[in-house]
């Protein structure tokens, strides 16, 4: 980690509770994002003098749960959100990646394309919700959120 802010995260885990087995696919996804998370984030809790922290994300009773640690492994803090705001995004989102899968295998480029522009937006628009959902509670920047918002994805595959 070439980032020296103390308000940043230094381990990233998904609650293995609330999982069930995940596909190649899925669990290269959840690689790549908590990689890249880790290379580069910006994670502020409301009122902390600061990490870095360790995360632990997990699904509860509908609910998206921060589990906020010091690198040291001492509670920090905890945040839930409802994960009803995030269902027809998710939704949606799971249903253009599957089409964009399918079609990558023998679509026209152009329709390749559109859905992957899709499924950007989609991902945009999930992670603007979670920076919105977080606002008063932690601040992360916008690459942040679409990295969490990856993992939220991945951990909702549970159901």
Do not use: W
């Amino acid at each position: 980690m070439t980032d020296a802010s103390p308000f940043r995260l230094a381990s990233v885990e998904l609650d293995e509770r609330t999982l069930v087995r995940r596909t190649r696919e899925i669990e290269q996804e959840r690689e790549i994002a908590i990689y890249d998370l880790l290379e580069a984030n910006s994670f502020v809790p409301r009122g902390s003098a600061g990490g870095p922290y360790r995360l632990v994300l997990a699904v509860q009773e509908n609910r998206l749960v921060f589990n906020i640690r010091l690198e040291s492994g001492d509670a920090h803090g905890r945040v839930m959100l409802s994960l009803t705001p995030f269902r027809r995004i998710i939704k949606d989102y799971f249903l253009v990646c599957e089409s964009y899968f399918k079609a990558i295998r023998n679509a026209p480029p152009a329709q390749i394309e559109a859905l992957d522009m899709g499924r950007r937006g989609l991902h945009d628009e999930g992670s603007e919700i979670l920076r919105e959902r977080l606002q008063g509670k932690i601040e992360v920047d916008s690459d942040t959120a679409r990295r969490l918002f990856t993992l939220l994805c991945v951990l909702h595959l549970k159901g």
